[in-house]
Nanobody, 124 residues
Framework: QVQLVESGGGLVQAGGSLRLSCAGS????????MGWFRQTPGKEREFVAG????????YYTDSVKGRFTISRDNAKNMMYLQMNSLKPEDTAIYYC?????????????????WGQGTQVTVSS
């Protein structure tokens, strides 16, 4: 069992930066591939970035490549999303999630553990 708690969201101007954190509990945190998703009202939750259990592989949706960086520190049971050059279209609730699938996956249904979400708002 893994419990996840996000933090670091907030209001930022376009072009600014934010760093989201995801704190995990449980001894098996380092066993899971992890991901960041986001959701806006009326839309489905979408994959943003994913990272393998040991941090050796990372994947990003096209719209954030070159601007966002996902990382993790298994010794601290933490995962991060550094978001630079933020755009108004990045405004959403951001969720961290853990999957028991061995490889990084962008399918929402593959993720078993979810945090409560943190709001990111980018003003123009």
């Amino acid at each position: 069992q893994v419990q996840l708690v996000e933090s670091g969201g907030g209001l930022v101007q376009a072009g600014g930066s934010l760093r989201l954190s995801c704190a995990g509990s449980g001894r098996t945190f380092s066993s899971y591939s992890m991901g960041w998703f986001r959701q806006t009202p009326g839309k489905e939750r979408e994959f943003v970035a994913g990272i393998s259990w040991n941090g050796g592989a990372t994947y990003y949706t096209d719209s954030v490549k070159g601007r966002f960086t996902i990382s993790r520190d298994n010794a601290k049971n933490m995962m991060y999303l550094q978001m630079n050059s933020l755009k108004p279209e990045d405004t959403a609730i951001y969720y961290c999630a853990g999957t028991t699938v061995y490889s990084v996956t962008y399918y929402t249904s593959d993720y078993r553990y979810w945090g409560q979400g943190t709001q990111v708002t980018v003003s123009s």
